[in-house]
T-cell receptor, first 115, second 116 residues
Framework: NAGVTQTPKFRVLKTGQSMTLLCAQD?????MYWYRQDPGMGLRLIHY???????AKGEVPDGYNVSRLKKQNFLLGLESAAPSQTSVYFC??????????????FGPGTRLTVT | AQKITQTQPGMFVQEKEAVTLDCTYD???????LFWYKQPSSGEMIFLIY??????QNATEGRYSLNFQKARKSANLVISASQLGDSAMYFC?????????????FGKGTHLIIQP
């Protein structure tokens, strides 16, 4: 099993450009998440999805859009990149809970620089 | 309001000593989960240990244990017999609503350096 994979691993964008980050998981998890990590900070939740076709906003959603057309994939889009979006982006997935909490499995991260 | 507080930005510890990394949390929910993750310099996030709010026993996973003090809202990570490979960032995280669907709230982390 590959677990959670992210593409690309690195990307440099110019201000105003757009891009899509792809996350894929092969563990049949219902829940998927996108986080960003900035220097000296923990991870902050951007958007999440509790199932195919559903998405919701997290703590820092502005400037991002997401889609979950297939259960195994969760896409993060930047329509018009800004320098403030320079960050490391992590995708994660987990089992659905039924009232219990499960650990999230993280992808390796995408390092994005916006100049 | 900050939900997870890690008060130790950095720690230096001698190899083979035990280490305690502090974490306090804030929630009004009765049901919540607490997690610790390790992030080595290579960048990946590695799950270490989990404690549920209703668990009466402290969680343990090999050399890792979680010192859960519910009344004080603290969830400290204890690493016994530290090793050089334990050098990394350590994050405490919590989920307290939506059965985990809402995602984790992370602290700012503690940078642990193990010295030989």
């Amino acid at each position: 099993n590959a677990g959670v994979t992210q593409t690309p691993k690195f990307r440099v964008l110019k201000t105003g450009q757009s891009m899509t980050l792809l996350c894929a998981q092969d563990m049949n998890h219902e829940y998927m998440y996108w986080y960003r990590q900035d220097p000296g900070m923990g991870l902050r939740l951007i958007h999440y999805s509790v199932g195919e076709g559903t998405t919701a906003k997290g703590e820092v959603p502005d400037g991002y859009n997401v889609s979950r057309l297939k259960k195994q994939n969760f896409l993060l889009g930047l329509e018009s990149a800004a320098p403030s979006q320079t960050s490391v982006y992590f995708c994660a997935s987990s089992y659905s809970s039924g009232g219990a909490y499960y650990e999230q499995y993280f992808g390796p991260g995408t390092r994005l620089t916006v100049t | 309001a900050q939900k997870i507080t890690q008060t130790q930005p950095g720690m230096f510890v001698q190899e083979k000593e035990a280490v305690t990394l502090d974490c306090t949390y804030d929630t009004s929910d009765q049901s919540y989960g607490l997690f610790w993750y390790k992030q080595p310099s290579s960048g990946e996030m590695i799950f270490l240990i989990y404690q549920g709010s209703y668990d009466e026993q402290n969680a343990t996973e090999g050399r890792y244990s979680l010192n859960f003090q519910k009344a004080r809202k603290s969830a400290n990570l204890v690493i016994s017999a530290s090793q050089l490979g334990d050098s990394a960032m350590y994050f405490c995280a919590m989920v307290d609503s939506g059965g985990g669907a809402d995602g984790l709230t992370f602290g700012k982390g503690t940078h642990l350096i193990i010295q030989p």
